[in-house]
């Protein structure tokens, strides 16, 4: 790995594409370490927990070194290290709240649907089916309010892009998918299918998730 590089620790479709796209928004030089498989036993999550105790992906080492996790926080880093890829809005502008509100509103609401959805086993001894299903409605709940949150304008923030369109270029692809949205959340869609044809993150997409998914 040259010296300059970033590496990220990640898997095909996981929410390591989220960190993906951000670097190659960002125009830096990266290294894939693949991890798939990390959310059972095996070589793959020993390596990731040698990094992140918590078994968790994105996680991404910094040139230096230093171990990130959380994507939100490497979006915030990753906009004030390569501000020229228009990750974040400048601390003075307009929409700069707006960005800050809706990055943890998408984490810190959106993101647990899944961490108790995803394996809801894990969490109830009983009738799990009915967590993960609950999780899902909840899920459409979430995104139906932020597609009331949005303007007329191509992206999440109007006329700006940011971290939050690849959020939803990416996340349309998971539970309820993409037909859910483009039924329910017609701008939603609209926002994530202009990521996605973005020419610079088709990589990113093509490596990450099936067409139809």
């Not at 479709?13 to 059972?40: I, K, R, Y």
């Not at 290290?81 to 400048?90: C, M, S, T």
């Not at 993409?178 to 939603?188: D, G, V």
Request: glycine share 8%; with cysteine.
């Amino acid at each position: 790995m040259n010296g300059a590089d970033y590496r990220l620790y990640g898997a095909p479709g996981w929410g390591s594409v989220l960190t993906e796209a951000m670097l190659v928004q960002c125009g830096v030089p990266f290294v894939f370490e693949d991890v798939a498989g990390f959310d059972a036993q095996g070589e793959a999550r020993q390596r990731l927990l040698a990094l992140n105790p918590l078994g968790q992906v994105p996680t991404l080492v910094l040139p230096d070194g230093t171990v990130m996790t959380e994507s939100a926080a490497i979006a915030l880093l990753l906009a004030e290290r390569h501000p020229d890829a228009g990750l974040a809005p400048p601390p003075d502008a307009a929409e700069r709240a707006t960005f800050l509100r809706l990055l943890v509103w998408l984490v810190a609401n959106v993101y647990p649907t899944f961490t108790y959805g995803d394996y809801p086993e894990r969490w109830v001894t009983e009738a799990p089916e009915t967590l993960g299903a609950a999780m899902v409605e909840q899920r459409k709940t979430l995104w139906l309010w932020l597609e009331s949150q949005l303007g007329d304008g191509p992206w999440v923030l109007g006329e700006r892009f940011s971290a939050l369109d690849l959020y939803v270029g990416a996340m349309v692809h998971w539970r309820p998918r993409r037909a859910w949205f483009a039924e329910h959340c017609p701008k939603l869609s609209g926002v994530a299918e202009r990521v996605l044809a973005l020419p610079s993150l088709e990589p990113v997409w093509r490596r990450n998730f099936t067409p139809a998914s």
